[in-house]
């Protein structure tokens, strides 16, 4: 294996001061004409082209558990766990018809402003402590560990330091405002994308070099026959990864839970489009729809191509540090296999998704925290200037806390991508029906938005430790109940999303049906028009659909 040389070191360098620079000059540039302007800062009002709407969803949501995570699922499960990005690509396209014009035409800027909207103040409060909690100590802390890993494995540098370096250069970006972070999330994303693609061509290079050939496309064919198995789309019960992608579910189940919630009802990815018109904002979504598209090559090809190399023993005794195999070191050791200059090229694609998803997240957790706990709650007079005070604060003291408590939670032990969904996926399916309900059915009570925030949250809980309490075997012919390798029968947790949003609905209906009826609650501007699209839209959205039905077709 090759160490980080001089070249790597100087192309992460001209990386780096390019997306510095690049950011500095768009805040000085924001700073002349909008000053202090909270709306500016939070949302970029007006200000991000489709092109930057759609690089900065996909820079913000591809990085250290996608890299790192998924690659490593790549190397355990296969392509099946390219389902996550594939389902994305239609979910931007509903997400698009039906979720944003109503955000737009109510004027929505944050997800806790809409359930005040609708429900009031103190459903509002309590997802917005939800939400801050969940982005704290879920998604920051994983980004910032796995994101480290992979740095360290790589540059051969400690792993705090490289998540202080991390956090830092994140933090930076962050404390310009949502404008900056729109705008230098172009260059990352072309990093993410030319730098994974030289990565995933280098991993099928190597692959080929196992037969005597050579180039990506010889790679490719030796690929299916090394390790055919990894290219199933859709696992059977006998699949010992069933638990985690149970067959159908994850075209027709819980999996539509998981991408509905994600792209529609998250502050994180919503807010890169809240400050656009709605022609530019659907454009946006679309360009990132085709972007999700091309991810399972970058992240989840180099985890089957490590797979087979490590069959093969090309990598030694890399992918077991602790003496038992780690899949999330399947793309790290892939980088260190890369030639001198190239893997500066992917060290500067890795770190940018990283820091273009820490500082999305950290603009996030500032936006909440500042419109819907700071104003709300402690300074309704708090002038623009203090606004973005306070969110710069908010950012700091937000990353700070993740570094800290980032090596205490075991991120590592449990796999980065599954560590990320299954504790997403506790409060998930009460969020997206207090939001759907919310938008299409009038009827839609505070009383029963409050049961879908603790209901859903609890039931969740309740069906992870259930079988701890009972058998589940009674479940497995219908589907809802496999073997988790133990010889205990357990609810994989997408069917167990799945299963809480319905039960959720059920209560939010009968409670909103049977309950008492609220008056001063405002109801949202739903109008049929505000779905119809233009034939552009239409266009690329079929094209969308047809490829996805492709992919399934061919590798069902």
């Known amino acids: 294996m090759t160490t ?13 001061l390019i997306v510095a620079g690049y950011g500095l000059w768009i805040y000085r540039k924001k700073k002349s004409t909008s000053g202090q302007a909270s709306h500016d800062y939070f949302l970029a009002e007006g200000s991000l082209t489709w092109w930057a709407i759609g690089a900065s969803l996909i820079a913000s949501n591809i990085s250290a558990e996608q890299f790192i995570g998924m690659s490593g699922s790549g190397y355990r499960i296969g392509m099946a766990i390219a389902v996550y ?62 994101g480290a890993l992979a740095i360290s494995s790589v540059a051969g540098l400690n792993v705090f330091a490289c998540m202080v370096f991390l956090a830092v250069f994140a933090a930076i970006i962050t404390l310009g405002g949502m404008k900056v972070i729109g705008y230098t999330d172009v260059i990352q994303v072309l990093c993410l994308v030319v730098g994974g693609l030289v990565t995933t061509w280098i991993a099928l290079d190597l692959v080929a ?24 789309m859709v696992l059977d019960r006998g699949n010992p990864n069933y638990m985690d992608l149970p067959g159908l579910s994850t075209l027709i189940g819980g999996m539509w839970i998981v991408n509905l919630n994600y792209w529609g009802c998250n502050q994180y990815i919503t807010q890169r489009a809240l400050g656009a018109d709605l022609h530019t904002a659907r454009k946006g979504l679309l360009f990132a729809a085709f972007l999700k598209l091309l991810m399972p090559v970058i992240v989840v090809l180099p985890g089957i191509a490590a797979y087979a190399l490590d069959k093969s023993g090309t990598l030694g005794d890399a992918m077991r540090p602790g003496g038992e195999v780690n899949p999330d070191r399947a793309y790290p050791t892939l980088l260190a ?65 993740a570094v800290l ?45 409050m049961f879908a925030t603790i209901g859903g949250l609890v039931f969740s809980i309740f069906l992870k430790f259930l ?37 959720v609905v059920a209560g939010m209906v009968l409670i909103s049906k049977f309950g008492k009826a609220d008056g001063s609650v405002k109801r949202m501007i739903v109008e049929r028009r505000l779905f119809r699209v233009d034939g552009g839209f239409a266009a690329g959205s079929a094209l969308i659909c047809v490829m996805l039905a492709a992919i399934y077709g061919v590798w069902w």
């Open 467 to 503: 079988p701890g309490m009972m058998d589940l075997s009674f479940l497995a012919p219908i589907g809802f109940a496999a073997d988790n390798g133990t010889g205990v029968y357990e609810i994989p947790f997408l069917d167990r999303m799945f299963i809480v949003f319905w039960v």
């Open 337 to 401: 296999l890369l030639p001198s200059g190239l893997k500066g090229v992917a060290f500067a694609a890795l770190t940018a998704a990283v820091v273009a998803s820490l500082a999305g997240k950290a603009n996030s957790i500032a936006t909440i925290f500042t419109l819907d706990i700071y104003r709300q709650h402690f300074n309704k007079e708090a002038s623009e200037q203090r606004m973005v005070w306070i969110g710069r604060v908010t950012v700091v003291i937000a990353i700070a806390i």
């Open 4 to 16: 980080f040389s001089t070249l790597d070191t100087v192309v992460f360098l001209v990386y780096f």
């Open 85 to 146: 990005e594939l389902m994305a690509a239609a979910t931007l396209v509903i997400v698009a018809v039906f979720f944003m014009p109503v955000y737009l035409k109510n004027r929505i800027y944050t997800m806790p402003q809409f359930l005040e909207q609708r429900y009031g103040k103190a459903v509002a409060t309590t997802m917005a402590l939800f939400w801050l909690g969940l982005y704290v100590v879920v998604n920051l802390t994983s980004i910032l560990y796995l």
């Open 405 to 449: 408590i980032a090596p205490l939670m075991g991120i590592d032990k449990k796999g980065g991508f599954a560590y990320i969904q299954e504790y997403t996926g506790f409060v998930s399916p009460g969020i997206l029906a207090m939001f759907l309900l919310g938008f299409f059915w009038r009827e839609t009570t505070a009383a029963a938005a």
């Open 209 to 232: 070099a196992l037969s005597g050939g050579q180039g990506a496309i010889v790679g490719a064919s030796e690929l299916m026959k090394r390790a055919g198995g990894h290219f199933d």
